[in-house]
T-cell receptor, first 113, second 117 residues
Framework: KNQVEQSPQSLIILEGKNCTLQ??????????LRWYKQDTGRGPVSLTI?????NTKSNGRYTATLDADTKQSSLHITASQLSDSASYIC????????????FGGGTRVLVKP | ETGVTQTPRHLVMGMTNKKSLKCEQH?????MYWYKQSAKKPLELMFV???????ENNSVPSRFSPECPNSSHLFLHLHTLQPEDSALYLC????????????????FGPGTRLTVT
């Protein structure tokens, strides 16, 4: 069964600090992995998409890594800002069955001043 | 602005009511999706329309009825819902789901917060 597990479920960090979110998956055959940011009461917005051959991708202060061998990904937030408070969702696409997406449960990040 | 709009943003309905959720995309995409997001659970894919034909229906109860009259509009008709159907309903769009391995970006709307009383 395809699954995506994220950790931690939630975390609180001080403004200006860094943090790293984890994503482990069992989706096979792997096609690509995405990280989405979802603000409260809004739809998810894509941060990065990585295919099998990519092991790191950045979008501003967000840097995602991918280890396709261990089936792990991380999202690193640098110099956090209050606007980074949101849920971060890891999504993995399988190359079979029409690129079906499997969603993780998300990590809720709260940045405090 | 994601280019995907949803109305209404909030809806409270009784279990005997009939209501509809509307989604419109302005991105020129030809695939549209309905997702359900319950508290503390991953997004659940409900329906997929590609080129205006339903291509996926993930064992969703018949009290949810989708309609896709054209590639820009998607509806979710609701009737005789249960309290456990209370959730955030998200619409998304993308280019046609197609080539294996080709990442296609899904753009989400802001969602409709549904409360069933």
């Amino acid at each position: 069964k395809n699954q995506v597990e994220q950790s931690p479920q939630s975390l609180i960090i001080l403004e200006g600090k860094n943090c790293t979110l984890q994503c482990n998956y069992t989706v096979s055959p792997f096609s690509n992995l995405r990280w989405y940011k979802q603000d409260t009461g809004r739809g998810p917005v894509s941060l990065t998409i990585m295919t099998f051959s990519e092991n790191t991708k950045s979008n501003g202060r967000y840097t995602a890594t991918l280890d396709a061998d261990t089936k792990q990904s991380s999202l690193h937030i640098t110099a956090s800002q209050l606007s980074d408070s949101a849920s971060y969702i890891c999504v993995v696409s399988a190359s079979a069955a029409g690129n079906k997406l499997t969603f993780g449960g998300g990590t809720r990040v709260l940045v405090k001043p | 602005e994601t280019g995907v709009t949803q109305t209404p943003r909030h809806l409270v309905m009784g279990m005997t009511n009939k209501k509809s959720l509307k989604c419109e995309q302005h991105l020129g995409h030809n695939a549209m999706y309905w997702y359900k997001q319950s508290a503390k659970k991953p997004l659940e894919l409900m329906f997929v329309y590609s080129l205006e034909e339903r291509v996926e229906n993930n064992s969703v109860p018949s009290r949810f009825s989708p309609e896709c009259p054209n590639s820009s509009h998607l509806f979710l008709h609701l009737h005789t819902l249960q309290p456990e159907d209370s959730a955030l309903y998200l619409c998304a769009s993308s280019q046609h789901r197609g080539l294996a391995g080709a990442p296609y970006e899904q753009y989400f709307g802001p969602g409709t917060r549904l409360t069933v009383t």
